[in-house]
């Protein structure tokens, strides 16, 4: 059974769409992930992934600006929104990679893959495998990094060096509950993770998401997965049109990754660095975010579609490293 609707902002620009079909899929060690489709049914096919702390409605800016002439599919990275958390050993970039599989699979047709910060760092993690070089035709890298996320944020006004990495470890991978939004919550979240242009609804929209994120499931993927990064060996896989796109105020993830990205990547179409945004930027930023995966769809899923893929609603597809189980849990008129 999924969870109650997390995070969700009030209604406005940044409140996410009503879904037309929502489906669970099953991953390879048997996490369920909650999935949701939206935008036109025939339409080329655009999946968005996620980072850390967030949920699908973190991506509700972008999702209504694509979902005039797309099929649009979103879905909850395990423990986050409506995707429980995972058993012990859940927590790995293989995991990730798994989670992507199996939604690539249960989208049924090829696709263009965006993903921001942690979903990011989920397309690099899948770099080489059979699904994604079967099944994606182009990916938008936002906001994210390869490796050395602790050594390069700059979240914390500390010279770098030791110190700064011990906090920036310690504050990332902290347990403790982030409470109730409030004015001060407000002003962390902003200097940590968005630009001096972010709106206060803005602002908001994050907060609520970033705060329903549970706490231990928040730790987790701090210390087990973020702390310890190093996918730099994934990028010469990655071999498909890739474009980049980072705030140039990015404190989480700074430029200095976006451009190691685009000199290693066999593929990239394109770094975009963008002036006075942050973290953020699907939220801080939507309608350049959605312009770029539209121009990867339009440059590169000629037809959109597979000839003879299976549709979202077959749970058959062909073996390997992720097996599917679909159940429809609502679906729209």
Do not use: N
């Not at 969700?8 to 048997?30: H, K």
């Not at 509700?60 to 995707?83: C, E, F, K, M, N």
């Not at 939507?286 to 000629?302: E, F, K, S």
């Amino acid at each position: 059974m999924s969870r109650a609707r997390p995070g969700r902002p009030a209604p406005g620009p940044y409140a996410p769409p009503a879904a037309r079909r929502e489906l669970t899929v099953t991953s390879a060690d048997g996490s369920r992930l909650h999935v949701e489709e939206h935008g036109r049914q025939d339409g080329p096919t655009v999946v968005l992934v996620h980072g850390w702390t967030c949920s699908t409605a973190f991506w509700a800016p972008v999702v209504r600006r694509l979902a005039g002439d797309h099929r649009v599919i979103v879905y909850d990275q395990r423990g986050h929104g409506r995707s429980p958390a995972p058993g012990p050993g859940g927590y790995s970039t293989g995991a990730l990679a798994d989670d992507l599989c199996a939604v690539l699979e249960a989208a049924g047709s090829r696709a263009v893959v965006a993903g921001h910060s942690m979903g990011g760092m989920t397309v690099m993690a899948a770099a080489g495998r059979p699904h994604l070089r079967e099944r994606v035709a182009a990916a938008l890298l936002c906001s994210t990094g390869s490796s050395r996320l602790l050594h390069e944020s700059t979240v914390v006004p500390l010279r770098a060096g030791r110190l700064r990495h011990r906090v920036h470890r310690a504050v990332l991978g902290s347990s403790l509950p982030l409470g109730p939004v409030t004015p001060l919550g407000l002003r962390v979240l902003r200097h940590g993770t968005m630009g001096p242009a972010a709106t206060r609804e803005q602002v908001e929209a994050c907060a609520r998401i970033v705060h329903a994120c549970p706490r231990k499931v928040r730790a987790a993927w701090a210390r087990e997965v973020l702390a310890v990064l190093d996918l730099d060996a994934h990028l010469a896989a990655l071999d498909l049109p890739v474009a980049v796109v980072v705030g140039e105020k990015d404190r989480l993830t700074p430029p200095v990754h976006a451009r190691r990205l685009a000199g290693a990547l066999p593929h990239c179409t394109g770094l975009t660095e963008l002036p006075g945004v942050g973290h953020m930027t699907p939220v801080e930023a939507p309608g350049t975010i959605a312009g770029a995966v539209a121009a990867l769809v339009r440059d590169h899923l000629a037809g959109g579609a597979r000839p003879g893929a299976p549709s979202v609603e077959s749970s058959a597809g062909p073996s390997g490293e992720s097996s599917v189980e679909l159940s429809v849990e609502k679906e729209m008129s």
